[in-house]
């Protein structure tokens, strides 16, 4: 290790932020922007599979809190582009790289929401296992990401609460909204406990992001504690998790719980998910037919430039 | 129609407006040129979603059958339905979705000005309430204009096709009819046909601003505050009330 | 599921295949690129809406709940739909539009050649006169196809687009699950996984003279048959069901 | 009158069929290639209001009904072209003229189609009334146009009567399904008077078309018998015709009716109807994108006659 680099790690390890504009090693700089940009995507690309109910929304508060949600996820992106700004990469790059098809972003996105149990699943399950992931990332080593986060974990809490306060209502209601909210559990439980990554054993970089403080639990560790956290949520709706081999482990103090399918999240990853071409074209498209918008936009700004300058002058 | 039937309409017209625009800037939610306006059309969406269920609320109460907002904007079919042609049209592209914005968002904020003044204390409440957001409303939608129509050529020409394609849906917002008079009459709301020479000053004023040329007066679209619409509202409808109609005793 | 359960399983498939693929198809009326395509493509939305009404009603029969071809249409949500997700994909242009075509006609084709000898007499009644339909409807897309292919250079390019987007909602036509198995075990539908060979056999011969080049075996999209559909699936249903939703009690 | 001309019209007088390539004036020519065509455009363009309520159809039946209609509607434009290219013009020619807005088709399709009810509405009013028209053109004096009129009266009679049998079911059904006809016998019957075009009093070329016999009746003769026929139907229907003049006239022996708004009538014609640009700009786009499978089509067509040949050499 270069001195650079031991006081780096020295910084890092008194639990002091790192800023922009210190120095860090590549590889930091480099994994910070994989890091923040696959989850920028995410909020990005979660907006469709929500947003895709927002026009048949079922009253209007729902429409409106659903609507607010789908709007903080654009948000939410905007804060991490920038995050990811500082770090030198611009937020076009970043765009490019996932229209490409080049960048990741969270799989359970390529699912499909089917019924308006999804939204709610989507909300309790995938946000609490998003905040499972984020919460300690508030923690981390780089200024910028753990202030975002800070925001983020803010707000994703509150929409984990909505994701709940649907499917209770659902679980509450007729024998068919109960049936909707006990499918859209089946559905989306697996793929959520996905949402945490491969079992530690599989997982590459973890040992040294963990160092450098931008990964600061295992993934079976939150996975575990996801499962803990939310069987007895599901318990409470009176719902039924898809998981025959879930039981309370007295001895271990957790949920045991079955093998999840890595084949299927291998190819979800792989682009052979439900929606992952329909997701990325989606996003092209809006791009792409953007562009003249941002183009005069940025067309007219130089000319408003130009004109005072020409005033000033 | 007494003087209840004449308010009972008018909140309609108040609220499907808000109602039908909010849902087709909705549909821009993960399309929108850019996440900056992602987030600004949905909070546009978001302010005329919550003055949809104030207007319907109201209007459910001074109708007296026990339909609240949900009912109303759930459980009528078009016919019913009093927002004007104009918020009903399709979104195409940036451009005309921003021009459907100034022509309304203009008319709406004239029109909420003279309903703080209403006799009627609880709309005045809304109107002032909802003011303030669309004071905002404004403000973005004259800068959108301006910006793409003094932007680019190809920017420029799609605000001229927009600006000419939905000027024949201005005309209804300032006729009054009978509903309308009624309002005026009993201290209600404005008389609509004086908001027509302010309006067209602000289109002016931004038209110039933008390098656009606004159209000359011609040929009017109407029928919407009688519930005649466009073929397009249909279809809107089917997808906003799926659900309570598919599941008619459920709670959501 | 016992055997009334799985028959009833199989003719909802059958029934949601035609219905679905014939307003897909029915959304081109009035759009076509010829007056005789517009007449073309609502020729065969017209069997298929015919076949879904023998199926569907055969279907209300085998459940026995007072259930006919309507209310299975109009009065089921999605995730009760069983149409594998082919037939559910966007018109797309007119190449989509006849590539899932050509996909489906055949596999279906094959399908109903099997049912002509079905042990129950119902089905293989149904099926012989939906065959001799089908044979019209895949003799039509296979010229289509084969035309485009070995057309232009920009036909050329958007058939080749088309085959290879919509390849991965074939293999699900192919796949048996339990559903199958049990109609095979009882002498009523053809093992569909027998059916691929002929199927690509006819594909490689169509993609050849159309110039065109079949893709690979790949990953294949599923789910369609078990109720998990695309996206699109919901608004095609808000669309279909609208009315019988809207005014629940009516007869038209 | 030239000796041509005479002979012309004795055959015309004697009711003998003038074909396609037999001598015939240029105004005769040219008045039925504008004639034959509005009436083209009207079916392509009437496929629209229609077409807007196949997807929406309240059951199977209905809508296979209606899907048909439509399809006849095509078939209708695709007779009548041939028709009309027995004079020497091409589709192509016609379509263009269409779409540059040069042409002219029926005014009632700028009328939307808002309910259900309308879809019963104009197979009983508007199809009624293009029957009124269409019966006498049967015995024109030009063949193929009168031999297409025979076909398609056929299949008209058979619209009307499907349009009276959903009017039928509305106005039985339940108050909201009658109100519903109602409506649209109120925003229908209005605009089915004035298809039958401007009163005798200022109706253009009427008199030179009758000499020869590729107009039989006048439009208030058609208008009178329409109303005649149809408010009896009205009656059995239980619905309320929206002319409160109307009222039968036992000395004429006919209804007696009120004034039409000419004013709206032209304004329609003139491009201000309701949805004259939606109806346009729908036709146009579809024939846009259309052109590459023409296009392909011919390529192909080409290349297979080339491969023949060249077999064939």
């Known amino acids: ?5 031991r006081a780096f790690q020295d910084r890092i390890d008194a639990d002091i932020k790192i800023e922009p504009k210190e120095w860090m090693p590549e590889a930091y700089r480099k994994t910070l922007i994989r890091q923040i940009s696959q989850h920028a995507h995410s909020e990005i690309i979660g907006m469709q599979p929500e947003g895709n109910w927002i026009t048949r929304a079922p009253t209007l508060e729902r429409k409106a809190i659903l609507l607010a949600k789908v709007q903080d996820e654009a948000g939410h992106g905007l804060y ?35 019924t308006w149990a999804d939204i709610g699943a989507i909300g309790w399950l995938v946000d609490g296992a998003a905040i499972m992931n984020q919460v300690p990332l508030q923690r981390c080593s780089y200024g910028p990401y753990s202030r975002a986060m800070i925001r983020i974990c803010k707000e994703e809490s509150f929409h984990q609460r909505q994701g709940y306060d649907i499917m209770m209502k659902l679980a509450r209601g007729t024998p068919e909204q109960k049936q909707m909210a006990q499918d859209a559990l089946n559905r989306w439980w697996w ?7 491969p079992s530690d054993a599989n997982s590459v970089h973890s040992a040294q992001s963990m160092k450098w403080k ?13 499962v803990d956290q939310t069987v007895p949520q599901a318990e409470y709706l009176g719902l039924t998790v898809p998981d025959p081999d879930l039981k309370w482990n007295a001895e271990r103090g957790h949920y045991d ?13 792989g682009g052979n998910g439900p929606c992952n071409r329909q997701r990325l074209r989606t996003r092209v498209k809006a791009y792409e037919e953007g562009r003249w918008v941002r183009d005069a936009a940025e067309a007219y700004a130089a000319k408003k430039a130009a004109r005072t300058q020409a005033k000033a002058a | 129609m007494n003087e209840q039937e ?4 008018y909140l309609l017209r108040l609220g499907d407006n808000a109602l039908i625009l909010g849902h087709r800037l909705s549909e821009w939610c993960g399309h929108a040129p850019a996440l900056e306006e992602d987030l600004a059309l949905a909070n546009v969406a978001l302010d005329l979603i919550g003055q949809t269920q104030l207007w319907l609320n109201l209007a459910g109460t001074v109708e007296g059958k026990g339909r609240d907002a949900d009912k109303l904007a759930y459980l009528r079919d078009t016919r019913e339905f009093r927002n004007v042609l104009l918020v009903e049209q399709p979104n195409g592209d940036f451009a005309v979705t921003m021009v459907r914005q100034l022509y309304f968002d203009a008319w709406h904020y004239l029109l909420l000005q003279g309903l703080t003044t209403s006799r009627d204390g609880r709309i005045a409440e809304i109107a002032a309430k909802a003011l303030k957001e669309v004071t905002y409303h404004l403000e973005r939608s004259r800068e959108w204009v301006i910006r793409l129509g003094d932007g680019t050529e190809e920017s420029h020409r799609r605000m001229q096709t927009a600006l000419d394609d939905l000027w024949m849906y201005t005309g209804e917002l300032f006729e009054p009819d009978e509903v309308d008079r009624a309002m005026v ?8 046909s004086t908001l027509h020479e302010p309006w067209l000053g602000l289109m002016r004023a931004t038209a110039e601003e933008a390098t656009l040329t606004l159209p000359q007066p011609g040929w009017t679209q109407r029928g919407g505050k009688k519930g005649i619409h466009s073929e397009h509202l249909g279809y809107i409808l089917a997808d906003l009330q799926f659900l309570q109609r598919a599941y008619p005793n459920a709670t959501w």
Chains 1, 4 share one sequence.
Do not use: H
């Open chain 1, 191 to 197: 793929p959520s406990l996905m949402m945490f990554g």
């Open chain 1, 80 to 114: 991490l582009y920038c995050a990811a700004e500082t770090l030198g990469v611009s937020r076009d790059e970043l765009m490019e790289q996932l229209n490409s098809g080049k960048a990741k972003y969270s799989s359970i996105f390529n699912y499909p929401t089917l």
């Open chain 1, 214 to 226: 931008i990964k600061i639990n295992s993934n079976d560790e939150l996975r575990q504690k996801f």
């Open chain 1, 257 to 269: 719980f079955g093998e999840i399918d890595w084949e299927e999240f291998y190819q979800v990853i």
């Open chain 2, 185 to 192: 009459g009993a201290g209600i709301g404005p008389d609509v």
């Open chain 1, 1 to 5: 290790m270069s001195p650079e680099e």
């Open chain 2, 6 to 9: 004449a308010l009972f309409e």
